[in-house]
């Protein structure tokens, strides 16, 4: 009905402290912003956002009772989006205090499953981006912990298909916007935690693990620094070159698998030191020549 979303945001706000209000209307902010993104909109502006921030905020950290799981689900959903309205739905999120409070919920309760699947779905949602905004979002969510706590869940629920997903999305990211933060996602045991998902994925099934899994480790393997060489071989010893042949062999008819496949093998592999040449030995003896050669021909 019109002006529902607007009535149940209002009520949010006048009942902070009436819980059934609260979590009714954080379940109707997450099921109005998934029909659409015009939804989502109408939630932001009518002060959900700031509204679902305080309740994840005065959450009681040695309690859970869905308060988080839900507020970071709502966060994620409203703050989906790339589009310029998007953006700017994000960018709020994370001046209300969004990327400290669910940091500090991801900490909380680092056994829950479902609370550190919506958390780090929520955080990749919040940081989503490449502009200078975005980029001093995920500075903010480094200087509150948040590497740390991501890889953390990832260590923590290997078999949540979503933590592994969302917590991959996040390291790209991450990743991408400094060395620093490459270092630090790998200092947390990132790297042992991707490639190790990347061994387990079934090679059968193609469900974009491989693909982020390469395009994680490309990230966090870049640069040729010496500490860029380090994350290079500690790829290498954890098994990633032989993790990524097989990915390449298993799908050899998905551009995209291949694609990061091969960049990451190329991140994996460079370097000019004994110790570089030594894992392109390592890459040629499990056939990654050829299997390069034979991607580029399929396409």
């Not at 998007?86 to 309760?109: F, N, P, S, T, Y």
């Amino acid at each position: 009905a019109a002006g529902a979303i607007e009535a149940v945001v209002a009520a949010m706000q006048a009942h902070p402290q009436v819980a059934e209000v609260q979590q009714q209307g954080r379940i109707i902010v997450i099921n109005m912003c998934a029909a659409s993104d015009a939804h989502s909109q109408r939630v932001a502006d009518a002060g959900a956002i700031e509204a679902i921030v305080a309740a994840l905020q005065a959450a009681d950290p040695e309690e859970w009772d869905e308060v988080e799981q839900d507020c970071c689900q709502a966060l994620a959903n409203v703050c989906s989006g790339t589009c310029a309205a998007g953006l700017a739905r994000k960018q709020r999120a994370a001046d209300a205090g969004a990327i400290e409070a669910i940091v500090a919920a991801v900490q909380a309760h680092p056994q829950v499953a479902d609370v550190q699947q919506e958390c780090v779905w929520a955080m990749a949602s919040v940081c989503a981006g490449t502009d200078a905004a975005a980029l001093a979002r995920k500075q903010r969510a480094a200087a509150a912990g948040a590497i740390e706590a991501v890889v953390a869940a990832m260590q923590a629920h290997p078999q949540v298909a979503e933590v592994q997903q969302q917590g991959r999305i996040i390291v790209i990211n991450m990743c991408a916007a400094s060395d620093a933060h490459s270092q630090r996602v790998a200092d947390a045991g990132a790297i042992e935690a991707i490639v190790a998902a990347l061994q387990a994925a079934d090679p059968e099934e193609w469900d974009e693990v491989e693909q982020d899994c390469c395009q994680a480790l490309a990230n966090v393997c870049s640069g040729t620094c010496a500490a860029g060489l380090a994350r290079k071989q500690r790829a290498a010893d954890a098994g990633a070159i032989e993790a990524i042949v097989a990915a390449v062999q298993a799908h050899p008819q998905v551009a995209d698998v291949q694609q990061e496949c091969v960049w990451a093998m190329a991140s994996v592999c460079a370097g000019t030191d004994a110790a570089a040449l030594a894992r392109k030995q390592r890459a040629t003896d499990a056939g990654g020549i050829e299997l390069a050669v034979a991607a580029l021909q399929a396409h």
